[in-house]
Nanobody
């Protein structure tokens, strides 16, 4: 049974920072390309960032480029999302996802339905 458990969300003022973590268990972590997505109330789930199995390739949505950084520690079976210069429009539930067949460098990595496993989500609220 594969499990993804996010942590690190919370309430922060605009301009602040948070670091999300996603711990993965149940299968070889390096089998997965990993992604972060977010979903605000009344909106569809949207791509935030992705990272390749080795960690050597990353991509990010235009809305977060220069502010958010995805990384992974394969020894700890954990993927991270460092979020800086947070804005109120970043408020959402953030989800990590693992894809066995998706490549982080492909457009498929932007699509939620390309991922096989999901965490339960962690709330991020940015106040103005």
């Amino acid at each position: 049974q594969v499990q993804l458990v996010e942590s690190g969300g919370g309430l922060v003022q605009a301009g602040g920072s948070l670091r999300l973590s996603c711990a993965v268990s149940g299968r070889t972590f390096t089998s997965y390309a990993m992604g972060w997505f977010r979903q605000a109330p009344g909106k569809e789930r949207e791509f935030v960032a992705a990272i390749s199995r080795s960690g050597g390739y990353t991509s990010a949505a235009d809305s977060v480029k220069g502010r958010f950084t995805i990384s992974r520690d394969n020894a700890k079976n954990t993927v991270y999302l460092q979020m800086n210069s947070l804005k109120p429009e970043d408020t959402a539930v953030y989800y990590c996802a693992g894809g066995l067949r998706v490549g982080a460098a492909t457009t498929r990595a932007l699509k939620p339905n390309e991922y096989d496993y999901w965490g339960q989500g962690t709330q991020v609220t940015v106040s103005s």
